[in-house]
């Protein structure tokens, strides 16, 4: 057999291929010292290692074999796979909504390259509605690719692109906006539209998936057509993140964009809103509100597009035995604004004062957030808490931490006048600060113990 039929195997794996003359895209059943498995032989990515074979199982899922616990390997069959996802016009239809996909990189509709392990994004409304055809019952949807960055490259300069492009989009008359976004810095993006893009008349709804659409428990298809249907159907004009509400499949989730963060880094429904409840629920067929206070669908093309940011910003989250030179460091590297995630009710350690009283001398906003996430800064309680206001730092109520981080740099944008920046810092705007947490806007369900147990069991059955 020729190499071609050993594609990315290298040393003992391949020395196994060829030993049980098994070909890459070969069906094979697989006799092991630790159990017996059949499916395909995949291509391996170059750059992993040289003892494992990998094979797709019948589950959809892929598994690795060592070899050096193989005893026997056969090949029962040989299909090479075709992973272009296919591609068809996608149909019009009056009467749908018009929705428009802006993408930023993420993947929500994929397949994977073998061969080099990367995930390659299908975009275009042929490849969309070849991956997800439900998508047509939904919308008429049309694309377009601003950028393509990993969502931990997402920064200011993409920020105001978004901002910007969402404007052209509303003016043009479209009935709603979905963009697609990596998930781990999604709350962020959401934040930064909320204030850059402001008084929308249509749905603004970030998506995202937490496993690539290869594997079978993706999430990507139902979020994609949860955020169309919002997007397209939906009364809630607001920027939103849509994501996976429990677990299952049963439903997704409408956050507002100042009040969510990612919470688990590999869970479907890793998305919460913190502080709050979310805005509603969203189906394939429906989207319920659960809050009553949001900002209606409107007819109108008017938005205001407010595309600031100084990049020149930084959260410090605060640990025991901090030294001031870390705020010190910002100050003499021309930083203007820091948000410091401080402990309970908003504090630090009495060393980091000097270094805090020279930021504010210098003209460096500083605001007090807290790192518990739930909860209020209150800075009148502890003496702690009224000397560093004295000294200049600013108590951000309950507003998150990277919220307020993202509000900083848009306030600080738009003015270097510290009363103008704390005036727009402390004026809520989109629940970014709310007069109080409802009292079921902090759950934390304690596995374990006993009531919760109960609880659980009364839903898993």
């Not at 069906?27 to 750059?47: C, D, H, Y």
């Not at 409304?125 to 690719?145: F, Q, R, S």
């Not at 990596?182 to 937490?210: E, F, K, R």
């Not at 001398?361 to 009148?380: H, I, P, R």
């Amino acid at each position: 057999m020729s190499e071609d039929h050993f594609q990315g195997y290298k040393g003992p794996a391949l020395a196994a291929l060829k030993k049980f003359n098994v070909r890459v895209w070969g069906q094979a059943k697989i006799e092991t010292n630790r159990g017996n498995f059949v499916g395909t032989i995949l291509p391996r990515s170059e750059n992993d290692d040289d003892t494992h074979i990998v094979l797709k199982i019948p589950t959809g899922y892929n598994v690795g074999i060592d070899v050096r616990t193989l005893l026997s390997m056969e090949e029962t069959g040989y299909k090479k796979a075709n992973y272009k996802i296919p591609e068809q016009e996608f149909p019009y239809t009056q009467g749908k909504p018009n929705v428009k996909l802006i993408g930023t990189g993420g993947t929500i509709a994929s397949r994977l390259d073998y061969r080099t392990g990367a995930v390659i994004p299908a975009f275009s409304p042929g490849e969309l509605y070849g991956a997800v055809p439900e998508l047509a019952d939904i919308c008429n949807l049309t694309t377009e690719k601003v950028f393509a960055v990993f969502s931990e490259n997402m920064g200011p300069a993409q920020y105001k692109q978004l901002a910007v492009a969402i404007g052209k989009e509303i003016e043009s008359g479209i009935d709603g906006i979905v963009i697609g976004h990596g998930t781990d810095t999604l709350h962020h993006t959401a934040a930064a539209l909320t204030y850059m893009v402001q008084n929308p008349p249509v749905p603004i709804v970030l998506v995202g998936s937490q496993r690539s659409s290869d594997r079978p428990s993706s999430d990507a298809a139902l979020n994609l057509m949860h955020a169309c249907y919002a997007a397209g159907h939906g009364d809630i004009a607001e920027v939103m993140v849509c994501m996976f509400g429990p677990t299952s499949d049963e439903y997704g989730l409408l956050h507002r964009g100042t009040r969510v963060r990612k919470m688990h880094s590999s869970y479907r429904s890793t998305f919460r809103t913190l502080g709050d409840m979310p805005l509603g629920k969203v189906t394939t067929s429906a989207v319920t509100p659960i809050k009553q206070n949001f900002r209606p669908r409107r007819k109108d093309k008017k938005v205001t597009i407010k595309p600031y940011f100084e990049e020149k910003v930084a959260i410090l989250y605060y640990y025991p035995n901090m030294h001031p030179d870390m705020v010190d460091s910002l100050v003499d590297n021309g930083y203007k604004g820091i948000v410091i995630a401080g402990t309970g009710l908003g504090h630090v350690n009495k060393p980091l004062y000097p270094a805090l009283d020279r930021a504010s001398k210098k003209g460096v906003a500083v605001y007090m957030t807290v790192q518990t996430l739930w909860g209020y800064v209150q800075m009148f309680v502890y003496e702690t808490g009224r000397e560093m206001m004295a000294l200049g730092v600013v108590p951000a109520e309950n507003m998150l931490p990277e919220v307020a981080w993202v509000k900083l740099g848009w306030a600080l944008g738009q003015t270097s006048n510290l009363d103008e920046v704390k005036e727009l810092m402390l004026t809520p705007m989109y629940d970014d600060i709310t007069p109080r947490e409802p009292y079921n806007g902090y759950l934390v369900y304690q596995g374990g113990v006993p009531e919760v147990e109960a609880f659980i069991r009364s839903f898993r059955k």
